[in-house]
């Protein structure tokens, strides 16, 4: 999802900054970045005496994991150094563990809780002070947060904190007119998703969804993008959840 966002975003006109822990993916991923195709009317360029020289490198990848806060001041150092400041952040760190709560030891717990919450909370919380005035942040969380699912208990508590988050930070950063909404995206067709479920339980979420498929990554991405713009101006503090109508109307899984 972090990677379709930051496609829409760059065919927006914005220059990205992505990271993640493995310097393999995600330098694939920044080249695969370079190559979206941006259309003339939505170019935007950096002034020159923030040291950026034109438009002509548009993605930065900067190696790091979300749960080190050693590894998210290096990523401040670089938007600081690159770009000066930010108009957008999101702040998509996660990981998905499914097991019985009665099952969940006291490793794992800690490394959901770090990835999904600390990585969260710290990454916000380090690259706020180069947020612009009016700037948008905008949090992946889950649609878990609204309905119970069996064997997620770790992960739905991270994203039930991170949720509370966006009307935490939206409070405190309402002085400088920053907004902070999140996005609770349902089953989306994602690697972790299909490294969590058999092709049977994926039938079956099919059918549950009364939208009648699965989401994509560009179905988050593009909400992420409606909220990081002009158009969601009077929108802070919110939840979009995007899910196809499971938690409303769906059957249960």
């Not at 927006?12 to 990271?19: K, Q, S």
């Amino acid at each position: 999802m972090g990677l379709a966002a930051a496609r829409q975003l760059l065919a927006e006109g914005a220059h990205v900054v992505i990271t993640g822990r493995d310097k393999t993916r995600l330098d694939a991923a920044a080249d695969d970045l370079r190559g979206t195709t941006i259309p003339t009317d939505r170019v935007t360029a950096i002034p020159a005496d923030q040291g950026v020289a034109g438009t002509s490198d548009r993605v930065v990848a900067v190696a790091g994991d979300a749960a080190s806060l050693a590894d998210l001041d290096t990523l401040v150092a670089t938007v600081r150094d690159r770009f000066g400041r930010l108009d957008v952040v999101f702040a998509n760190a996660g990981v998905a563990a499914f097991e019985p709560a009665e099952q969940t030891s006291e490793a794992e717990f800690d490394r959901v809780v770090d990835i999904n919450f600390k990585g969260v909370f710290f990454t916000v919380q380090k690259l706020s002070p180069l947020l612009s005035d009016g700037a948008a942040v905008v949090i992946n969380a889950s649609w878990t947060i609204q309905r119970g699912l069996a064997g997620a208990s770790v992960y739905a508590a991270t994203k039930a904190a991170v949720h509370n988050l966006t009307h935490t930070f939206a409070a405190e950063l309402a002085p400088r007119r920053i907004r902070v909404n999140s996005v609770s995206p349902g089953y989306i067709e994602t690697p972790m998703f299909h490294d969590n479920v058999t092709p049977e339980a994926h039938a079956a979420v099919v059918a549950a969804v009364p939208a009648g498929r699965i989401g994509t990554a560009e179905d988050v991405a593009a909400a992420v993008a409606f909220l990081a713009s002009e158009e969601a101006s009077y929108i802070n503090g919110q939840d979009l959840i995007i899910d196809g109508g499971l938690v409303t109307a769906g059957a249960p899984v």
